[in-house]
């Protein structure tokens, strides 16, 4: 579990450096350059999210239920991972309809991600993961709605309702790929059992 806790705090710690310390990674732009801020960033997740994925496959092995989610929330789950691709798939496209709408459509879809994650999965080590994920997720889009009152950031501008298609079928086709097999090949569970 220890494993778990150093990986989502390093992980969401270097993605929460703009919010709770948004002077320290100025300065390293100012002295050393963005690409540099970049590098030093994009190492320290890297390192973050391997310890996430070894620390949680450990603590699934060895931590208890912390609650027996009932059947239906799993249905549930199944519904909102959907939505979660769909937005996903939104936020990577130039905007549509859904990311005007929704205005930080890959923040949005890490809350549904963690949230439908929450109802299906009640060991500790998984709430201790997406719990962690949901308030970094909540935490982001607080700074956001600060930051575009502050000008500091552009909230997307509508450009055609067919990326609203794209992103769809792009969400659709993710998710029918990760219940088919994806999931299960990349986490060990299958989020529907066949036969």
């Known amino acids: 579990m220890a494993l778990l806790v150093l990986g989502i705090v390093i992980f969401l710690g270097m993605h929460l450096v703009r919010v709770v310390a948004p002077g320290l990674r100025a300065s390293v732009i100012e002295r050393n350059g963005k690409n540099a801020w970049m590098g030093i960033y994009t190492v320290i997740s890297l390192i973050g999210l391997g310890l996430i994925v070894y620390g949680f496959g450990e603590a699934r092995a060895v931590t208890g239920m912390l609650y027996n989610p009932p059947v239906f929330l799993k249905h549930i789950s199944l ?3 959907l939505l979660a691709f769909i937005c996903l798939a939104a ?4 905007a549509g309809r859904i990311a005007v709408m929704v205005k930080h459509p890959q923040i949005l879809s890490i809350k549904i991600w963690a949230l439908a994650h929450l109802l299906a999965n009640g060991e500790t080590s998984s709430v201790l993961l997406f719990g962690s ?8 889009r607080i700074s ?3 930051r575009q009152r502050a000008g500091e ?3 997307p501008v509508f450009r055609s309702a067919r990326y609203d298609l794209f992103a769809i079928l792009i969400g659709v086709a993710a998710y029918l790929l990760f219940i088919w097999k994806l999931h299960e090949l990349l ?3 299958a989020p529907i ?3």
């Open 79 to 81: 519904l909102l991972m």
């Open 91 to 94: 936020g990577f496209l130039p």
């Open 133 to 140: 994920f949901l308030a970094w997720a909540v935490i982001m």
């Open 144 to 146: 956001m709605k600060r």
């Open 153 to 155: 950031l552009v909230l």
């Open 187 to 189: 986490i060990g569970v």
């Open 193 to 195: 059992v066949m036969g």
